[in-house]
């Protein structure tokens, strides 16, 4: 509570305060960024003209939601970013499990206090941090565990089962003047799911029998992944038409939104003293290889490949980069083409592979990370421009690059090889000697991908000849 903010229902009606509905506080709040030209969320990428818009009217249309897509694709985030709708605080009556209006209370308990202390009825603000409930659906869930049961501890302190003192209020109950979230929705039991029905749309309850009236003031937000309605559960009808609006979500559009959420949600820690820099191609490469992965007729495209699995392929990148400065006792941390066989182990935990033998898993990922560097590379060179290099490899040279090499030895290879440099150059790497390194292995790998150099593995080490 701050200062100067009424503290009993006496106090409050003299202040002339205005009780506004879930919805009704929404809408206006949601004008209001509109007008001023805020975004409605902020660290949410590649739905400004596909979800956005489709949510922002769902709000000004006062519509209950159900946010529909695949794993990985920002729900759940967007649910919990819709309390930045809600006002800073709203004035409760002090005590009450339901965040009661103190105009309009919805229990018996609350309206007999108010017949008793009238005006001087305690009042509590609360803020938009305590209007959020969330509960991941799962077969075991119970009407009690959101609407409420008969409390037998009350019932044996001598109260009737018809008293709705002795009611125990559940998730929803008690997410009352606020947002509810429930997760997975297709995975709640379909008799559950009925209970939910006059909830949404009546606003009375029975519990054990004992019907009561209870007019909840929620917003009711639901997540499901359209593999679900197949696979564990459905949504019954019923309940899914009680929902105004369902919103489709998906994958980023384009690799620059991928980037974006990569860089924002990947692991950051402060405790080193190296210097981490990721040359643009090899976060481009990252996020290419998840958008294969999404195209791709090996893996299972009804689980979808969440954009988690480029967090999780970049850091693992980063990590492996930051392995070799340390053992090698550079301070410079940049990822290379040879850190990317570390992304392997990574992705084959985020995908879902179609039917495929024993083994071809690692095959098929390799495959991944070959098209992702072709792809990229190409969108950066003409190999025609690079004869030059081609050249030089074809009368004999040959070289050797791998995840451990020194960064001084890749200067000296640029230097050694005629029209290298200028092909480095182009990516600018500056005269750093760790993103020449990186520059270096994505030429050399560029050319071997568009068969205009030989590559081979040996002891650990990859050799590029002519």
């Not at 949410?44 to 596909?50: K, L, S």
């Not at 999404?294 to 689980?303: A, E, G, I, K, M």
Request: glycine letters at 6%; charged letters at 30%; one cysteine or more.
């Amino acid at each position: 509570m701050t200062e100067g903010q009424p503290r009993t229902l006496g106090e409050l009606k003299q202040s002339g305060y205005k009780v506004s509905t879930v919805k009704e506080e929404m809408r206006r709040n949601l004008i209001d960024r509109i007008r001023s030209g805020r975004p409605l969320f902020d660290g949410i990428y590649g739905y400004e003209d596909t979800v956005v818009p489709q949510l922002e009217n769902a709000i000004l249309s006062g519509q209950d939601i159900i946010f529909l897509g695949e794993r990985g694709q920002a729900k759940s985030r967007m649910i919990r970013a819709l309390t930045g709708l809600l006002d800073d605080a709203i004035p409760v009556i002090a005590g009450s499990e339901l965040n009661e209006n103190p105009f309009e209370p919805i229990t018996h308990a609350s309206r007999m206090r108010i017949a008793q202390e009238g005006d001087n009825l305690e009042i509590d603000w609360i803020g938009r941090d305590k209007r959020y409930g969330e509960k991941l659906a799962t077969p075991d869930i119970t009407i009690a565990d959101l609407i409420g049961e008969v409390d037998p501890i009350k019932v044996a302190e001598g109260r009737y089962l018809s008293d709705e003192l002795t009611i125990h209020y559940g998730l929803i109950a008690r997410t009352n003047r606020g947002i509810f979230c429930i997760n997975e929705l297709p995975d709640l039991a379909e008799r559950i799911q009925v209970g939910l029905l006059n909830i949404m749309e009546e606003r009375d309850v029975q519990i054990r029998g004992y019907r009561i009236r209870m007019p909840l003031d929620v917003v009711v937000v639901a997540s499901a992944n359209p593999e679900d309605y197949t696979n564990r559960g459905r949504i019954i009808t019923p309940l899914k038409d009680r929902y105004g609006a369902q919103i489709r979500t998906h994958y980023p559009k384009n690799v620059e939104h991928e980037i974006d959420i990569m860089e924002q949600e990947s692991s950051v820690f402060d405790d080193t003293d190296y210097k981490v820099s990721v040359p643009a191609y090899m976060k481009e490469i990252v996020a290419e290889i998840t958008r294969l992965a999404r195209r791709s007729p090996d893996v299972n495209q009804r689980s979808g490949v969440s954009v988690r699995a480029s967090i999780a392929d970049y850091e693992s990148l980063l990590a492996n980069a930051l392995r070799r400065a340390i053992r090698l006792g550079e301070s410079d941390v940049v990822p290379r083409i040879s850190d990317l066989p570390y992304v392997i182990p990574t992705i084959s935990g985020k995908v879902e592979f179609e039917t495929v033998e024993d083994g071809k898993e690692e095959q098929i990922i390799e495959k991944l990370i070959q098209s992702a560097v072709i792809a990229v590379f190409n969108r950066n060179f003409n190999v025609v421009d690079l004869e030059e290099i081609v050249t030089r490899f074809k009368a004999g040279l040959a070289t050797e690059v791998s995840d451990t090499m020194p960064s001084d030895r890749y200067v000296a290879m640029m230097k050694s090889v005629d029209g290298l440099a200028r092909a480095v150059a182009k990516l600018e790497p500056g005269e750093n000697p760790a993103l020449i390194a990186s520059a270096t292995e994505f030429v050399l790998e560029g050319l071997h991908l568009n068969k205009r150099l030989n590559k081979d593995r040996v002891a650990g080490k990859t050799q590029y000849r002519g």
